[in-house]
């Protein structure tokens, strides 16, 4: 089974400045994953996606993450922070063949002025 | 683009009433996911269903029931609430085709038991 670790559940970081959200992720096989923001009161969004066709992943609102085997790591980033990039970050993969999501335990981003 | 839509987006009730849940997949998404996702938790999956048929189980409370119909909506059925089905109750839906497993989520539910 596949499992996903989220390595801070907090990061603060200033508007300008970039963004790493860490991701480790176990799994016997090549994995399927997935970064979905989550703003306050609202539903949860899609960000990007690993399907193994490229290890950088390019997503919307500028953010990327690159899979690393070595480091069985899905980081996620962004070179410049905005204040509208403050939500609930969720490192998320697929359990089993029925497609069912395991969810990380998610990062609180906060950008401050 | 058409998106999941999910019914009502509120809901308050009372210790041991009923409630259910609406969802409405993306058209022609043939698979339905529930989760439920606790205050400061992350989204835990419920139950899922295939073609109107379930096809995975999680952590659902034998007090929970669901079903998807000949429309490929869903319903989540909730009896005898306790306080702590007080959640966020997301339905996502997707194409079983789609490489990749992408999840499309619906707006979700709050429900608040009191």
């Known amino acids: 089974a596949q499992s996903v670790t989220q390595l801070d559940s907090h990061v603060s970081v200033s508007e300008g400045t970039p963004v790493l959200l860490r991701c480790n992720y176990s799994?016997?096989?090549?994995?399927?994953l997935f970064w979905y923001v989550q703003h306050p009161n609202k539903g949860l969004q899609l960000l990007l996606k690993?399907?193994?066709?490229?290890?950088l992943v390019k997503g919307i609102n500028g953010f990327e993450a690159e899979f690393k085997k070595s480091e069985t790591s899905f980081h996620l980033t962004k070179p410049s922070a905005h204040m509208s990039d403050a939500a609930e970050y969720f490192c998320?993969?697929?359990?089993?063949?029925?497609?069912?999501?395991?969810f990380g335990q998610g990062t609180t981003l906060q950008v401050k002025p | 683009a058409a998106g999941v839509i999910q019914s009502p987006r509120h809901l308050i009730k009372e210790k041991r009433e009923t409630a259910t849940l609406k969802c409405y997949p993306i058209?022609?998404?043939?698979?339905v996911y529930w989760y439920q996702q606790g205050p400061g938790q992350d989204p835990q999956f419920l139950i899922s269903?295939?073609?109107?048929?379930?096809?995975d189980k999680g952590s659902i409370p034998d007090r929970f029931s669901a079903q998807q119909f000949s429309d490929y909506h869903s319903e989540l059925n909730m009896s005898s609430l306790e306080l702590g089905d007080s959640a966020l109750y997301f339905c996502?839906?997707?194409?079983?085709?789609?490489?990749?497993?992408?999840?499309?989520f619906g707006p979700g539910t709050r429900l608040t038991v009191l």
């Open positions: 269903f295939y073609e109107k048929m379930q096809s």
């Open positions: 996502a839906s997707s194409l079983v085709a789609t490489p990749g497993g992408e999840q499309f």
């Open positions: 058209p022609r998404h043939d698979t």
């Open positions: 799994s016997s096989y090549s994995p399927s």
């Open positions: 998320v993969g697929i359990s089993g063949n029925t497609g069912k999501l395991i």
């Open positions: 690993y399907t193994s066709a490229a290890t």
